[in-house]
C-alpha cells in the first residue's frame, strides 16, 4: 500500500529540547515536503527537497531543520523547539515537484511544546 | 509570488443541499489549481485538480470546481451533499514550472447537518 508514514502521532515536549519527527514514503517519491497546520492559516510549507541531498526553504523555515540522506526519508529536526511551534505537521511526497502529480500526506504529528 | 484566499472559513449546510466553496487565487504565472479534503484527525487527499485543457474538472464522489481564468477562481461545488462530506476542504495553487510545491489555502470546514 503506497503510503506516508510519520512518527510519532502525538508528541509532548518541553522548551529547548531537541527533537526529531520521522517521515518515511515507500513510493520512491523524489519531492517531499514538511508543513505545519495551524488554525485560520491552513498549510504553510517549513522545507521541501527535490531529491537526495536537495533541499530548500519553504515559507516558514525558521526554527527548522531537515535532511534528506535517503530517497525515502526526510527526517523533520527542531533543535531548540519553542511554544511557537506547537501545531500539526505533515509530510508528503510526490513524484514531480510543482503540484502536478498528486501530493500524498502522511497522518500528521501534534506537537505541543511547553 | 502566488497565494489563496479561501473566503469562508465555516459553512454549515443541511444534507442534500448544494454547496460552493470559494477560491480565489493571485500568481504571475500561469496555475495548476488543485482541492485537497481533510477528514477528522486524517492527513490531506487529493480530491480534483485543473492542469490545462477542460475548464471543468470533476471527483469520483460528484464534487466539481471550475477554473476561470478571468475571475481568478477555482470554487468547488456539489449539488447534492451527504452527511459523509463534512470534512475541511483546502485550495491550492502551484505556479506551472516552479520547482516548489502547493501553496495552501487557510481553509473551509463544511459542516453537513441532518
Known sequence: EAQVTQNPRYLITVT?????????????HEYMSWYRQDPGLGLRQIYYSMNVEVTDKGDVPEGYKVSRKEKRNF???????????TSLYFCASS???GGITEAFFGQGTRLTVV | AQSVTQLDSQVPVFEEAPVE???NYSSSVS???????????QG???????????TLVESINGFEAEFNKSQTSFHLRKPSVHISD????????SSSGSARQLTFGSGTQLTVLP
Open chain 2, 86 to 93: 463534512t470534512a475541511e476542504y483546502f485550495c491550492a495553487v
Open chain 2, 44 to 54: 490531506l487527499q487529493l480530491l480534483l485538480k485543473y492542469l490545462s485543457g477542460s
Open chain 1, 95 to 97: 513524484s514531480t515537484g
Open chain 1, 75 to 85: 527526517p523533520l529536526i527542531l533543535e531548540s523547539p519553542s511554544p511557537n511551534q
Open chain 2, 31 to 41: 496555475v495548476y489549481l488543485f482541492w485537497y479534503v481533510q477528514y477528522p484527525n
Open chain 2, 21 to 23: 466553496l470559494r477560491c
Open chain 1, 16 to 28: 529547548g529540547k531537541k527533537l526529531t519527527v520521522t517521515c518515511s514514503q515507500n513510493m520512491n
